[in-house]
């Protein structure tokens, strides 16, 4: 007869310190391992929140077996103290919750804020700086977010259609004479004619390039295509929300007539303005 022990690797046992029970049960549950003994301490010396874990047994990170159980103190509160939280703008997330925990409070919300700042960076606070609150009051911070959002798709090179040609003018028809109307020429004295002078010749239409490369932080908008030459403004078939057009390149070969700019407008409004270059 063949006897085989099993030896089971060792775990890493988590760190359960300022988590509630339920937390904590759910990290052990994670690790095959289970709460043990429970036992309730004065949270004032550590400046623990009431129904936080202030110690564990075994301590976080040392070796431990499936199913052994983690005896954990939790605290009864802090009695009859007041605290503040300094001005903790501008810190980290991190930073700012660790100058909570040593004032006795608890982050209980985190709200993102869209911002030029570093992400992660605190912007608000609530209680306000040097507010007097009771130990283990709950603390609101607003951190910085990301502004814009990458596209979920690259946008890639995009087409513009050609614009329309200028429509020629039509010459109106001579009016047709009314009935018994004397249609006998009669004598006038012709009138010098523009032919005398000559006309300065139209400008012929020409093709024109547009390109463009949009800035990575492009402002929030809808933006549009328009072109303006000697006929007028002409809007293109171009309409793109930011998101999908930052840090992409469009491009478009257009017929103008005369001198011809292109300009990109934000929400209905002029936003800048492009050169034509050659076809």
Request: charged share 20%; hydrophobic share 35%.
């Amino acid at each position: 007869m063949t006897l085989t022990i099993n030896n089971p690797p060792a775990i890493e046992v988590p760190r359960l310190e300022e988590m509630n029970l339920a937390q904590a049960r759910d990290a052990l549950k994670d690790r095959a391992m289970a709460v043990g003994k429970v036992v309730k301490v004065d949270g004032t010396l550590t400046s623990t929140p009431e129904g936080r874990i202030v110690a564990q047994l075994p301590e976080a990170g040392s070796s431990a077996q499936q199913g052994q159980p983690v005896q954990l103190m939790v605290s009864t509160g802090i009695q009859g103290k007041d605290t503040f939280l300094p001005n903790v703008g501008g810190m980290t997330f991190e930073q700012a919750r660790e100058y909570a925990r040593a004032a006795g409070l608890v982050v209980t919300t985190v709200v993102p804020q869209p911002s030029d700042a570093r992400e992660g960076t605190v912007l608000e606070q609530s209680p306000a700086p040097f507010a007097r609150v009771k130990v283990g009051s709950p603390v609101k911070l607003t951190v910085a977010a990301p502004r814009y959002s990458a596209p979920s798709r690259p946008a890639g090179s995009l087409p513009l259609p050609p614009a329309p040609l200028p429509e020629e003018p039509v010459t109106p028809a001579e009016p047709e004479p009314a009935p018994g109307e004397d249609t006998a020429p009669q004598d006038v004295t012709p009138t010098p004619t523009p032919q005398e002078i000559p006309a300065e010749p139209a400008p012929a239409p020409r093709t024109v390039r547009f390109a463009y490369t949009f800035p990575s932080d492009l402002p929030e908008g809808t933006y549009t295509l328009v072109v303006r030459d000697d006929t007028g403004e002409r809007p293109l078939d171009f309409q793109y929300d930011a998101a999908g057009l930052a840090g992409q390149s469009a491009s478009a070969t257009v017929t103008v007539t005369g001198d011809a700019v292109f300009v990109v407008q934000r929400d209905g409004q002029d936003y800048l303005t492009v050169t034509p270059g050659s076809p």
